[in-house]
């Protein structure tokens, strides 16, 4: 540290990172579940100190393409997606073998050979999932059947966002396609 005019310009950027920290929160809030008060504020000031340190330490990397609020925002906006996808892992840590096949047909199937057909689709489903690679399983289980947030297999996985939607298109057209051979065509690729 040392000088006053950078202390105070290093004081006012923390404060603006804490309160795009508290409005990222605020909008996530669903995912945080029963974060709140002290807790709350404490992943604020968190997610504000670790985006000052990464600011700071990369302020020869600013070009000047954008405005410097809006370029040193994206770092706390990373430190919230991180913190809210670490304590929803430590609050709920799902796996592959939570997966209750029976909750996942359709209640509303009325006629016996509907219900009979989402038995066999599910049985499908779950031999083609068997064949995926273990990072396809593990990641298509944890978002698309047990709604696990991205944020929070990518932190668990050690990657990125985008790797984790990768895997999770891989493993959709495999499954689409073992759902097809078995005469159980489901919706077009996107």
Not at 175 to 188: C, Q, Y
Request: net charge positive.
């Amino acid at each position: 540290m040392g000088h006053p005019r950078r202390d105070r310009m290093v004081a006012a950027l923390h404060a603006a990172l804490r309160r795009v920290a508290v409005y990222e929160l605020s909008r996530r809030r669903g995912q945080l579940r029963s974060v709140s008060g002290p807790e709350f504020d404490d992943l604020a000031q968190q997610a504000a100190d670790d985006a000052l340190v990464n600011v700071l330490g990369k302020l020869d990397d600013f070009r000047g393409l954008s405005r410097f609020t809006t370029w040193a925002y994206k770092f706390v906006i990373f430190e919230v997606s991180a913190k809210v996808a670490r304590h929803a892992w430590r609050r709920h840590p799902p796996g592959a073998e939570d997966t209750a096949w029976d909750e996942l047909s359709d209640p509303l199937a009325r006629r016996p050979e509907d219900r009979l057909e989402q038995r066999a689709q599910l049985a499908v489903l779950s031999r083609a999932i068997g064949d995926l690679t273990d990072r396809q399983r593990e990641v298509f289980v944890s978002i698309a059947l047990n709604e696990v947030p991205i944020d929070v297999v990518a932190v668990r996985l050690g990657t990125n966002r985008n790797a984790i939607y990768k895997n999770l298109f891989d493993a959709r057209r495999t499954l689409r396609t073992r759902l097809a051979a078995a005469g159980h065509p489901v919706g077009s690729e996107r």
